[in-house]
Protein backbone atom coordinates (compact mmCIF):
# COMPACT_ATOMS: atom_id res chain seq x y z
CA UNK A 1 0.00 0.00 0.00
CA UNK A 2 1.29 3.55 -1.07
CA UNK A 3 2.55 5.81 1.60
CA UNK A 4 0.31 8.50 2.41
CA UNK A 5 1.37 11.57 4.17
CA UNK A 6 -1.09 14.12 5.65
CA UNK A 7 -0.26 17.63 7.05
CA UNK A 8 -2.26 20.59 9.05
CA UNK A 9 -0.92 24.38 8.65
CA UNK A 10 -1.04 25.57 11.33
CA UNK A 11 -0.55 22.13 12.83
CA UNK A 12 -1.97 23.38 16.34
CA UNK A 13 -5.21 25.47 14.73
CA UNK A 14 -7.64 27.72 17.21
CA UNK A 15 -10.78 26.55 17.13
CA UNK A 16 -12.73 27.79 14.11
CA UNK A 17 -9.46 29.15 12.29
CA UNK A 18 -9.10 27.92 8.22
CA UNK A 19 -6.50 24.97 8.30
CA UNK A 20 -4.89 23.91 5.20
CA UNK A 21 -4.96 20.04 5.04
CA UNK A 22 -2.02 18.72 2.47
CA UNK A 23 -2.14 15.29 1.04
CA UNK A 24 0.95 13.59 -0.31
CA UNK A 25 -0.04 10.20 -1.83
CA UNK A 26 3.36 8.14 -3.09
CA UNK A 27 2.09 6.79 -6.34
CA UNK A 28 3.49 6.43 -9.36
CA UNK A 29 0.62 8.10 -11.67
CA UNK A 30 1.70 6.81 -14.76
CA UNK A 31 0.23 8.38 -17.62
CA UNK A 32 0.80 5.56 -20.00
CA UNK A 33 2.08 8.24 -22.62
CA UNK A 34 5.76 7.09 -21.53
CA UNK A 35 8.16 5.00 -23.06
CA UNK A 36 11.02 2.98 -21.07
CA UNK A 37 14.62 2.28 -22.29
CA UNK A 38 13.48 -0.21 -24.16
CA UNK A 39 10.94 1.94 -26.50
CA UNK A 40 7.97 0.04 -25.09
CA UNK A 41 4.83 2.15 -23.55
CA UNK A 42 4.68 1.85 -19.33
CA UNK A 43 0.72 1.43 -19.15
CA UNK A 44 -1.52 3.49 -17.48
CA UNK A 45 -1.68 3.93 -13.43
CA UNK A 46 -3.25 6.37 -11.66
CA UNK A 47 -5.31 7.58 -8.66
CA UNK A 48 -8.64 7.99 -10.22
CA UNK A 49 -10.56 8.92 -7.13
CA UNK A 50 -9.13 10.83 -3.10
CA UNK A 51 -11.63 11.23 -1.28
CA UNK A 52 -11.04 13.65 2.22
CA UNK A 53 -13.87 13.49 5.07
CA UNK A 54 -13.52 15.48 8.43
CA UNK A 55 -15.13 14.24 11.80
CA UNK A 56 -17.18 11.70 8.64
CA UNK A 57 -18.18 14.52 6.65
CA UNK A 58 -16.85 15.08 2.75
CA UNK A 59 -14.40 17.66 2.52
CA UNK A 60 -13.88 17.05 -1.17
CA UNK A 61 -13.99 14.27 -3.66
CA UNK A 62 -11.23 14.62 -6.06
CA UNK A 63 -10.82 12.61 -9.45
CA UNK A 64 -7.37 12.73 -11.02
CA UNK A 65 -6.19 12.05 -14.44
CA UNK A 66 -3.24 11.00 -15.80
CA UNK A 67 -2.34 14.99 -16.02
CA UNK A 68 -1.69 15.11 -12.48
CA UNK A 69 1.69 14.69 -11.30
CA UNK A 70 3.83 11.79 -9.88
CA UNK A 71 3.76 11.22 -6.16
CA UNK A 72 0.75 13.90 -6.10
CA UNK A 73 -0.16 16.52 -3.61
CA UNK A 74 -3.79 17.81 -2.95
CA UNK A 75 -4.85 20.54 -0.46
CA UNK A 76 -7.88 21.71 0.95
CA UNK A 77 -8.87 24.10 3.17
CA UNK A 78 -11.08 23.24 6.68
CA UNK A 79 -12.45 24.77 9.90
CA UNK A 80 -10.17 24.05 12.90
CA UNK A 81 -13.20 21.48 14.69
CA UNK A 82 -11.29 18.56 16.65
CA UNK A 83 -11.87 15.59 14.72
CA UNK A 84 -10.23 12.61 12.56
CA UNK A 85 -9.44 13.47 8.57
CA UNK A 86 -9.43 10.38 6.69
CA UNK A 87 -7.91 10.15 3.31
CA UNK A 88 -8.81 7.44 1.49
CA UNK A 89 -7.82 6.66 -2.49
CA UNK A 90 -8.22 4.18 -5.63
CA UNK A 91 -6.29 3.70 -8.32
CA UNK A 92 -6.72 2.45 -12.21
CA UNK A 93 -5.37 -1.03 -11.31
CA UNK A 94 -7.90 -1.48 -7.88
CA UNK A 95 -5.41 -0.75 -5.60
CA UNK A 96 -6.57 0.91 -2.21
CA UNK A 97 -4.93 2.99 -0.04
CA UNK A 98 -6.41 4.82 3.53
CA UNK A 99 -4.95 7.05 6.25
CA UNK A 100 -6.12 9.10 9.18
CA UNK A 101 -5.04 11.80 11.55
CA UNK A 102 -6.33 13.24 14.13
CA UNK A 103 -6.74 17.67 13.99
CA UNK A 104 -6.23 18.71 17.32
CA UNK A 105 -7.48 22.16 18.09
CA UNK A 106 -6.23 24.57 20.73
CA UNK A 107 -8.84 26.36 23.24
CA UNK B 1 16.47 16.49 -34.19
CA UNK B 2 13.37 15.82 -32.20
CA UNK B 3 11.57 18.89 -30.37
CA UNK B 4 12.55 18.63 -26.85
CA UNK B 5 16.23 18.28 -28.06
CA UNK B 6 16.07 20.91 -29.82
CA UNK B 7 14.52 23.23 -27.20
CA UNK B 8 17.53 22.15 -25.13
CA UNK B 9 20.06 23.66 -27.36
CA UNK B 10 18.82 26.54 -28.58
CA UNK B 11 18.01 27.46 -25.09
CA UNK B 12 21.93 27.90 -25.13
CA UNK B 13 22.92 31.17 -25.62
CA UNK B 14 25.73 30.26 -28.55
CA UNK B 15 22.57 28.86 -30.09
CA UNK B 16 19.88 31.53 -30.11
CA UNK B 17 20.65 33.62 -33.08
CA UNK B 18 20.15 30.27 -35.10
CA UNK B 19 16.87 29.66 -33.93
CA UNK B 20 15.50 33.16 -33.78
CA UNK B 21 14.16 31.75 -37.62
CA UNK B 22 12.43 28.80 -36.29
CA UNK B 23 10.75 30.24 -33.32
CA UNK B 24 7.95 31.83 -32.45
CA UNK B 25 8.49 35.56 -30.99
CA UNK B 26 7.49 34.80 -27.69
CA UNK B 27 10.01 32.15 -27.54
CA UNK B 28 13.19 34.49 -28.78
CA UNK B 29 12.28 36.71 -25.76
CA UNK B 30 12.08 34.87 -22.84
CA UNK B 31 8.41 36.02 -21.96
CA UNK B 32 5.66 34.52 -21.16
CA UNK B 33 3.67 33.72 -23.86
CA UNK B 34 -0.36 35.20 -23.84
CA UNK B 35 -3.37 33.06 -23.52
CA UNK B 36 -4.06 33.41 -27.34
CA UNK B 37 -0.31 32.84 -28.37
CA UNK B 38 -0.39 29.19 -27.70
CA UNK B 39 -3.83 27.96 -26.54
CA UNK B 40 -5.36 25.30 -28.76
CA UNK B 41 -9.32 25.47 -28.04
CA UNK B 42 -10.35 22.23 -30.78
CA UNK B 43 -8.05 19.91 -28.60
CA UNK B 44 -9.12 21.69 -25.58
CA UNK B 45 -12.72 20.94 -26.90
CA UNK B 46 -12.35 17.05 -27.21
CA UNK B 47 -11.25 17.10 -22.98
CA UNK B 48 -14.53 19.73 -22.88
CA UNK B 49 -16.68 17.64 -24.57
CA UNK B 50 -15.74 13.98 -22.83
CA UNK B 51 -16.32 15.39 -19.78
CA UNK B 52 -18.04 17.90 -19.44
CA UNK B 53 -20.57 17.54 -22.76
CA UNK B 54 -19.46 21.36 -23.55
CA UNK B 55 -17.69 23.04 -26.04
CA UNK B 56 -15.64 26.23 -25.64
CA UNK B 57 -18.26 28.47 -26.56
CA UNK B 58 -20.50 27.58 -22.98
CA UNK B 59 -17.48 29.17 -21.11
CA UNK B 60 -17.73 32.58 -18.83
CA UNK B 61 -14.30 34.29 -18.17
CA UNK B 62 -14.26 35.36 -14.77
CA UNK B 63 -12.78 36.71 -12.02
CA UNK B 64 -14.36 35.39 -9.29
CA UNK B 65 -11.66 32.01 -10.23
CA UNK B 66 -8.05 32.74 -9.70
CA UNK B 67 -5.14 30.24 -10.67
CA UNK B 68 -1.96 31.17 -8.89
CA UNK B 69 0.85 28.94 -10.96
CA UNK B 70 4.29 29.57 -11.95
CA UNK B 71 4.70 31.66 -15.09
CA UNK B 72 7.41 29.65 -16.05
CA UNK B 73 7.93 25.97 -14.71
CA UNK B 74 11.50 24.56 -15.53
CA UNK B 75 10.30 21.17 -15.52
CA UNK B 76 6.45 20.49 -16.80
CA UNK B 77 6.54 17.21 -14.66
CA UNK B 78 5.62 18.63 -11.56
CA UNK B 79 3.51 22.11 -11.95
CA UNK B 80 2.02 23.59 -8.50
CA UNK B 81 -1.45 24.30 -9.40
CA UNK B 82 -3.95 26.55 -6.76
CA UNK B 83 -7.33 27.69 -7.16
CA UNK B 84 -9.05 29.85 -5.53
CA UNK B 85 -12.77 31.53 -5.36
CA UNK B 86 -14.53 33.75 -3.62
CA UNK B 87 -17.67 31.72 -4.13
CA UNK B 88 -19.13 29.56 -1.29
CA UNK B 89 -18.22 25.73 -1.92
CA UNK B 90 -22.02 25.83 -1.79
CA UNK B 91 -22.08 27.33 -4.84
CA UNK B 92 -19.93 25.29 -6.73
CA UNK B 93 -20.60 22.20 -7.89
CA UNK B 94 -17.39 20.69 -9.56
CA UNK B 95 -13.76 22.14 -10.56
CA UNK B 96 -12.28 20.68 -13.65
CA UNK B 97 -8.31 21.38 -15.11
CA UNK B 98 -7.38 21.32 -18.56
CA UNK B 99 -4.22 21.91 -20.19
CA UNK B 100 -5.17 22.91 -24.30
CA UNK B 101 -2.02 21.02 -25.32
CA UNK B 102 -1.89 18.06 -23.30
CA UNK B 103 -2.28 14.20 -24.90
CA UNK B 104 -5.15 14.27 -22.72
CA UNK B 105 -6.35 17.38 -21.89
CA UNK B 106 -8.60 16.88 -18.91
CA UNK B 107 -6.62 16.62 -15.66
CA UNK B 108 -8.58 16.20 -12.83
CA UNK B 109 -12.32 17.19 -11.66
CA UNK B 110 -12.64 17.22 -7.67
CA UNK B 111 -16.41 18.88 -6.39
CA UNK B 112 -16.21 20.12 -2.24
CA UNK B 113 -18.11 18.43 0.24
CA UNK B 114 -19.70 20.54 3.57
CA UNK B 115 -16.85 20.51 5.18
CA UNK B 116 -14.73 22.29 2.50
CA UNK B 117 -14.19 26.02 4.56
CA UNK B 118 -13.67 27.39 1.10
CA UNK B 119 -13.17 27.17 -2.93
CA UNK B 120 -9.73 26.22 -2.56
CA UNK B 121 -7.94 23.36 -4.09
CA UNK B 122 -3.80 23.02 -4.59
CA UNK B 123 -2.04 19.80 -6.63
CA UNK B 124 0.69 19.55 -9.34
CA UNK B 125 0.33 18.83 -12.41
CA UNK B 126 2.33 17.71 -15.56
CA UNK B 127 2.26 20.41 -18.60
CA UNK B 128 3.44 18.79 -21.58
CA UNK B 129 4.61 21.96 -23.39
CA UNK B 130 3.94 25.25 -22.72
CA UNK B 131 -0.36 25.62 -23.14
CA UNK B 132 -2.54 27.61 -21.20
CA UNK B 133 -4.06 25.77 -18.03
CA UNK B 134 -8.09 26.22 -17.32
CA UNK B 135 -9.78 25.79 -14.54
CA UNK B 136 -13.22 25.69 -15.14
CA UNK B 137 -15.80 26.31 -12.04
CA UNK B 138 -18.87 24.27 -12.59
CA UNK B 139 -21.85 26.72 -10.33
CA UNK B 140 -24.95 24.99 -8.76
CA UNK B 141 -26.94 27.25 -11.09
CA UNK B 142 -25.50 25.96 -14.38
CA UNK B 143 -22.48 28.44 -15.38
CA UNK B 144 -19.18 27.52 -16.40
CA UNK B 145 -16.63 30.04 -15.10
CA UNK B 146 -13.73 30.34 -16.62
CA UNK B 147 -10.01 31.07 -15.81
CA UNK B 148 -7.00 30.83 -17.90
CA UNK B 149 -3.37 31.19 -17.02
CA UNK B 150 -0.19 30.30 -19.68
CA UNK B 151 3.35 28.51 -18.01
CA UNK B 152 5.79 28.18 -20.20
CA UNK B 153 7.52 25.00 -20.10
CA UNK B 154 10.98 24.79 -20.66
CA UNK B 155 10.53 20.83 -20.34
CA UNK B 156 7.86 19.17 -21.29
CA UNK B 157 6.29 16.65 -18.51
CA UNK B 158 4.48 14.05 -20.33
CA UNK B 159 7.17 12.08 -22.37
Known amino acids: MALILIRFSPSKPKKGELVKVSVVVRHPMEPGTRKDENGQIIPANYITELEVTHGGERVALVNPGRGVSANPLFAFMVKAEPGEVKVRYTDTAGETGEKSKTLKVAE | MNRRGFLKKTGLAGAALAASRFLPAWAQAATVPTVEEVQDIEHLDEGLKEVLGIDFAKLE ?58 TYFATRIRIGETAPVRIVVETTDGRYLLASHVTRVTVGGCG
Open chain 2, 61 to 118: PSDKVTINAPEIAESGANVPVEIVSELAPSEVKGIHCFVDKNPFPHIFSMSLGPKAAQ
